[in-house]
């Protein structure tokens, strides 16, 4: 019995390890590889003309392609850093040939070392798949450790022309949720455009023309399939310069359109000589006296694996799968939602003098501010008409609705114009937000 409580546990150990690596991969979702692939090409034209402008040939010239990716945000929207790395990793794969060089960093409010594998001016002496495997290889994975978000790009481009500045070739491309600057928290500094340096360097570099004010040279757009079976759009922002003058040494052949990357052909095994089938052995039959023993013992052990299966999938639903009661508290308000269906307002969160309207934010002029509407994982921000800027723990959110769905608190700020004593001023305050998944 003692053996068959052993398979039984090793059973449910196995499938309850195999179900937990399986949900932390799900829990991602993932880039549809095709707008990926979309917006690398979009990249591609850029890069082309970009350098064409500094003086170089894409099709003739080497080049030392750089990327370099801000990570503050990397743990609050994977989704999005994982497209920024499909981009550059489709870039890679289309670009590098034999004589170029390509670089990697991470960069916050400064750069930081986010790997112990070589990462700058890695020369590229293959045309093959392995060139791409290298390149994967140093792609940043998460934030700098003790992260608080924002990131500094001017000085993220004064630092890495600095380290490369011995090359006339570098082709940079900077991917980011936000191409503006932005700090983690109080008291940090940016450099600036004024920056003597910066200054320095634009001079010295074709900058792909911006089409936002944020100084992007290009939004990348993507669709992201959730593990809920939905999908939403992502954006990563992409700002592209060369060095100028392009000085680079000439390619030993033509740079084609798109590489074609062919493994080279590992020579077979020799397959040794086949051994000669052993003589069939005579088969034992027990004896009936043990035969139905044997049964027994088997049907037993058939019936506890049985009954620990169907414990560990009971187990499972009721830890992973069943739905849990949220609990959701504003400020020092509980919200009591567990009643409203998926997509409904769940409150409305408004300024002093509106409390018939929904949930008063004190400090706030008259106007309504947020709906907070149920999700499937949790809530959803909607900042209204009011709202000129809200962050969510020090990170400006782009559109207008940011989802709420970890089990954990969030600081929210906003920025309110107002306007009712006459004289147009803004108003600032931040919301905590905590939400709690209480078991049944």
């Known amino acids: 019995?003692?053996?068959?409580?052993?398979?039984?546990?090793?059973?449910?150990?196995?499938?309850?390890?195999?179900?937990?690596?399986?949900?932390?991969?799900?829990?991602?979702?993932?880039?549809?590889?095709?707008?990926?692939?979309?917006?690398?090409?979009?990249?591609?034209?850029?890069?082309?003309?970009?350098?064409?402008?500094?003086?170089?040939?894409?099709?003739?010239?080497?080049?030392?392609?750089?990327?370099?990716?801000?990570?503050?945000?990397?743990?609050?929207?994977?989704?999005?850093?994982?497209?920024?790395?499909?981009?550059?990793?489709?870039?890679?794969?289309?670009?590098?040939?034999?004589?170029?060089?390509?670089?990697?960093?991470?960069?916050?409010?400064?750069?930081?070392?986010?790997?112990?594998?070589?990462?700058?001016?890695?020369e590229v002496t293959s045309n093959g798949p392995e060139v791409v495997t290298t390149f994967s290889n140093v792609l940043p994975l998460s934030p700098m450790k003790g992260s608080v978000g924002g990131h500094d790009t001017e000085h993220a481009i004064v630092e890495a022309l600095d380290r490369l500045s011995g090359d006339g070739n570098v082709v940079l491309v900077l991917l980011t949720n936000d191409a503006a600057s932005v700090v983690g928290r109080a008291g940090q500094r940016l450099i600036g455009s004024n920056d003597p340096r910066y200054r320095e360097w634009m001079g010295r570099v074709e900058r792909a023309p911006t089409v936002n004010e944020g100084g992007a040279s290009i939004v990348l757009n993507y669709t992201a399939y959730l593990p809920t079976g939905g999908a939403v759009e992502r954006t990563v922002e992409a700002i592209v310069l060369a060095r100028k003058p392009f000085v680079a040494a000439p390619l030993s052949e033509p740079r084609p359109d798109r590489v074609v990357r062919t493994a080279v052909a590992e020579p077979e095994p020799e397959i040794p000589p086949a051994e000669p089938a052993p003589a069939p052995r005579a088969e034992t039959l027990p004896s009936s006296g043990g035969s139905w023993l044997g049964t027994l013992l088997t049907l037993l052990c058939g019936l506890v694996l049985l009954v620990g299966i169907v414990w560990f999938i009971v187990w499972l639903y009721k830890q992973f799968l069943a739905p849990k009661p949220l609990r959701l508290k504003i400020n020092d308000k509980v919200i009591d939602e567990t009643s409203k269906p998926e997509g409904e307002t769940i409150v409305k969160l408004v300024g002093e003098g509106l409390g018939a309207e929904g949930l008063v934010i004190q400090k706030m002029p008259p106007v309504e501010l947020f709906l907070v509407k149920k999700t499937r994982r949790g809530i959803r921000l909607e900042a209204?008409?009011?709202?000129?800027?809200?962050?969510?723990?020090?990170?400006?959110?782009?559109?207008?609705?940011?989802?709420?769905s970890n089990d954990r608190e969030y600081n929210v700020e906003l920025e309110v114009r107002d306007e009712s004593e006459g004289v147009p001023q803004t108003k600032r305050t931040t919301i905590l937000f905590e939400l709690r998944r209480s078991e049944t």
Not at 66 to 77: E, I, L, Q
Not at 384 to 404: D, K, P, W
């Open 1 to 122: 019995m003692r053996g068959m409580r052993v398979l039984a546990t090793s059973a449910i150990a196995l499938a309850l390890m195999t179900t937990i690596v399986g949900q932390s991969t799900e829990e991602r979702g993932r880039i549809d590889p095709q707008s990926a692939e979309r917006a690398a090409d979009s990249v591609y034209d850029l890069i082309r003309s970009t350098v064409e402008k500094a003086g170089g040939d894409l099709s003739r010239d080497s080049i030392h392609l750089v990327f370099g990716f801000s990570t503050g945000h990397f743990a609050k929207d994977p989704l999005r850093a994982e497209a920024a790395r499909m981009t550059a990793q489709n870039l890679a794969d289309r670009l590098l040939v034999v004589g170029d060089k390509f670089s990697v960093f991470a960069w916050e409010m400064d750069l930081w070392e986010h790997t112990l594998e070589p990462h700058w001016g890695v």
């Open 384 to 404: 209204l008409e009011s709202v000129s800027v809200f962050r969510v723990e020090g990170e400006e959110v782009a559109g207008r609705s940011y989802e709420l």
